[in-house]
């Protein structure tokens, strides 16, 4: 009975430990889902990430986009020297279509971060991320992306992120959506109700 005692006392102290340690809530006007990965053994080489995505923004200043940023390897704010966010190409299309991010990477930015963004409200659909490097002239090889095509049944592999940090932003959640897929049974649907400022 005292070994049962403890352990509910230690259960319960880890419990209170995880929600003191869990980020706290964030206004923010766009949500991000996002992974990142070492890439070091790749520097100076051509890659390409695609991905498809489709949009249902609300209002005219809503859209989905993906990025790729050239991360230093300490995790911290804003700790990227190149980005391409597509914000130049925002995507508010309900049908599905594929696109395309391409770089060189960084041999003092080793981490490659990428992911999905909504920018104010609606839903935004992510699916089939891909990753390939150009080995040698003309020779693109893939490059494995964890649950890249969110076929795993859940968002294994993804975390919610702002600014390249991990982060919760209120008003925004991600799930697997089984509705109109791009392929496969599942794609990441990103849902912000946003509580916007409009003055």
């Known amino acids: 009975m005292k070994k049962l005692s403890l352990l509910l006392c230690l259960l319960s102290t880890a419990a209170l430990f995880a929600q003191n340690t869990e980020q706290p809530m964030t206004p923010a006007p766009f949500s991000v889902w996002s992974q990142r990965m070492d890439m070091s053994r790749f520097a100076g080489k051509n890659y390409r990430l695609t991905v498809a995505i489709r949009a249902e923004p609300i209002g005219p200043e809503a859209f989905a ?3 790729v940023r050239h991360e230093l390897e300490e995790r911290k704010v804003r700790n990227w020297v190149w980005m391409d966010n597509m914000f130049d190409r925002p995507v ?17 930015a080793p981490f490659l971060g990428f992911g999905g963004l909504g920018f104010n409200n609606g839903k935004f659909y992510f699916d089939d991320f891909q ?7 003309g020779k693109w090889e893939a490059i494995p992306i964890d649950n890249g095509n969110f076929e795993m049944e859940s968002l294994d592999a993804w975390e919610q992120t702002s600014l390249g940090v991990p982060a919760r932003v209120l008003g925004a959640k991600a799930t697997l959506s089984t509705e109109k897929t791009f392929e496969g049974k599942a794609c990441l649907m990103i849902e912000n109700n946003l509580m916007l400022d409009k003055n």
């Open 92 to 108: 508010r299309d309900s049908s599905w279509g594929k696109y395309t991010l391409e770089g060189v990477f960084d041999k003092k």
């Open 65 to 67: 986009v993906a990025f």
């Open 131 to 137: 990753l390939s490097v150009e080995i040698s002239k």
